[in-house]
């Protein structure tokens, strides 16, 4: 589950590393509650704030002003030692895919695994059955670049997954994408879903909208203008 209450978000000032009282706000009175077990589209244009919105979700910011509660924990009052093991519930998908070049398809969707100090032996298990789950048999070996546009994000998605996250939030995943590779991506994040992962995911794309609706979070300038 995760609850916004009266959550406002300030950046620090340019050439600062503090806050300052006259910099905007990029996020503003954002209320809402996301059940657990949900699907989100979270839609507006450019600017409107989406990817600093999801960066609170997955705890990469603390809110200037308000209450964010992810999976059952109040960030604000959550000791600091809480953090790493909370954020490890979340997996995160970026546009960008953000895969490392010199690490093969396998090793960068094991990464999250060794990290949290898994054994090799159930790592080689969970990263070769999402290999399967992604579609990439006889990949497992190649590098970034031999890897298509849609593959890296298969990838990437992959790697978000393999840690069976509660919360899976994903920043415009099909936004550099063919239709056919986007319509692939979205019907992964669907099956978590299906699975019981809580999933949010930001889009300009209101054809993918209208071939999976869902309820939606729609911010304009900061502000969450539609929640349903």
Known sequence: MVRFTGVGLRY????????????????RDLSFTLPEGSFHWL?????????????????????????????GFRVASARRATLP?????????????????????????????????YQEAQIRADVT?????????G????LPARLSGGEQQRVAIARAVVIRPALLVADEPTGNLDAVQAHRVLALLREMHR?????????????LVDAYPAPCLRLESGRLVEHG
Not at 195 to 207: K, P
């Open 195 to 207: 699975l019981g992962t809580t999933v949010v995911v930001a889009t300009h794309s209101e054809m």
């Open 12 to 27: 620090a000032a340019p050439g600062t590393t503090g806050l300052h009282e006259r910099e905007p706000e990029v996020l």
């Open 85 to 117: 093991r909370l954020r490890r519930r979340i997996g995160v998908v970026h546009q960008d895919f953000r895969l490392l070049p010199h690490l093969s398809c396998f090793d960068n969707i094991a990464l999250p695994l060794r990290i949290a100090g």
């Open 43 to 71: 839609l507006g244009p450019s600017g409107a704030g989406k990817s600093s919105l999801l960066r609170l979700m997955q705890l990469a910011l603390r809110p200037t002003r308000g209450e964010v509660e992810v999976l």
């Open 139 to 142: 990949r497992a070996e190649a």
């Open 129 to 137: 059955e999402m290999i399967r789950w992604v579609g990439l048999e």
